[in-house]
């Protein structure tokens, strides 16, 4: 069964540092991964997704992931963080039949 | 193009109660999803519809939940009795299986119950 596991469940940067969360995937199978965002009282929005070809994946916001099969790592990172990017961050993976596994999420903190 | 829709936002109900939340996923999404997300957890699946057939219903607890998707468009989630360790958001997603979305789930506000 596949599994997912985010290091770290609060992140807390300053505005216009670097973010990183941290993801690492555990598949028997080929995966897809997903970097999933979450604000308050809100559903989830899709940030990207590695299916597959380019191992760098650029999403929404500025927003980038590395798909390291050596590592089974799926981090995230943007370069300069903005106020509007504290929310609740979710990595999954899923297999070819769409079943989607999430971890437990990382809630990112932006002070000014 | 109108996103998943679900209701209500908000339910506050009293232990052994029961409970059901709608959900209308996007216009032409065959396969729809229901997740728990407890709080401080990521959202775990309950069940999955292809149409108006179940996918996968392994993680649904049968004694109090159940859930239905009889034209294979809407779908309803009922929970009965409930127990406090229900409380939780619901969310609903969808999915096509066209070849540019494909595993990509459109996921809906949620239905945020609270069971005293």
């Known amino acids: 069964a596949q599994s997912v596991t985010q290091l770290g469940s609060h992140v807390s940067v300053s505005e216009g540092a670097l973010v990183l969360l941290r993801c690492n995937y555990s598949s028997s199978v080929p995966p897809y991964l997903f970097w999933y965002v979450q604000y308050p009282n809100q559903g989830l929005q899709l940030l990207l997704k590695y299916t597959t070809g380019a191992t760098l994946v650029k999403g929404i916001n500025g927003f980038e992931a590395e798909f390291k099969k050596s590592e089974t790592s799926f981090h995230l990172t943007k370069p300069s963080a903005h106020m509007s990017d504290a929310a609740e961050y979710f990595c999954?993976?899923?297999?070819?039949?769409?079943?989607?596994?999430f971890g437990a999420g990382t809630r990112l903190t932006v002070k000014p | 193009e109108a996103g998943v829709a679900q209701s209500p936002r908000y339910k506050i109900i009293e232990k052994r109660q029961s409970v059901a939340f709608w959900c209308n996923p996007i216009?032409?999404?065959?396969?729809l999803y229901w997740y728990q997300q407890i709080l401080g957890q990521g959202p775990k699946l309950l069940i999955q519809?292809?149409?108006?057939?179940?996918?996968?219903d392994s993680q649904l607890p049968k004694d109090r939940f159940s859930a239905e998707r009889l034209k294979g468009v809407d779908s309803t989630l009922k929970i009965q009795p409930a127990k406090l360790e229900d409380s939780a958001v619901y969310l609903c997603?969808?999915?096509?299986?066209?070849?540019?979305?494909?595993?990509?789930?459109?996921f809906g506000p949620g239905t945020r119950l609270t069971v005293l």
């Open positions: 519809f292809q149409n108006n057939g179940v996918v996968d």
């Open positions: 999954a993976v899923s297999d070819r039949n769409n079943d989607m596994r």
């Open positions: 216009s032409g999404h065959a396969t």
């Open positions: 997603a969808s999915t096509s299986l066209g070849a540019v979305n494909y595993n990509e789930q459109f």
